[in-house]
């Protein structure tokens, strides 16, 4: 059974930090592109941050640019998300998805497993 599990969220103040982790079991993340979105209540979907493969390339949107950052652990079959300098508007539940693509995809019509979201709030 291919899973992605995220942990990690939770309740902060604007300013600070978290750190969002994405395990994924049965060698899933396996010559696999990595995302990760967010999804704001009344909101759609949108892109967060993407690594490839390798780790060699990393995408984030321009929300995220500056504050946010991508990263993987192959031996342990996880991604991760580095969150700095939270703002209340980050508050959304975020997923983590695998792509059957290697590359630094931005695009969620490319991402074929979806984690359940972890959820992330922001306080003023």
């Known amino acids: 059974q291919v899973q992605l599990v995220e942990s990690g969220g939770g309740l902060v103040q604007a300013g600070g930090s978290l750190r969002l982790s994405c395990a994924g079991t049965?060698?899933?993340?396996?010559?696999?592109?990595m995302g990760w979105f967010r999804q704001a209540p009344g909101k759609e979907r949108e892109f967060v941050a993407a690594?490839?493969?390798?780790?060699?390339?990393?995408s984030y949107a321009d929300s995220a640019k500056g504050r946010f950052t991508i990263s993987r652990d192959n031996a342990k079959d996880s991604v991760y998300l580095q969150m700095n300098s939270l703002k209340p508007e980050d508050t959304a539940v975020y997923y983590c998805?695998?792509?059957?693509?290697?590359?630094?995809?931005?695009?969620?019509?490319?991402?074929?497993?979806w984690g359940q979201g972890t959820q992330v709030t922001v306080s003023s």
């Open positions: 049965g060698r899933i993340l396996r010559n696999k592109g």
């Open positions: 998805a695998a792509s059957d693509r290697m590359g630094a995809i931005t695009s969620q019509e490319e991402y074929k497993y």
């Open positions: 690594i490839s493969w390798g780790g060699a390339y990393t």
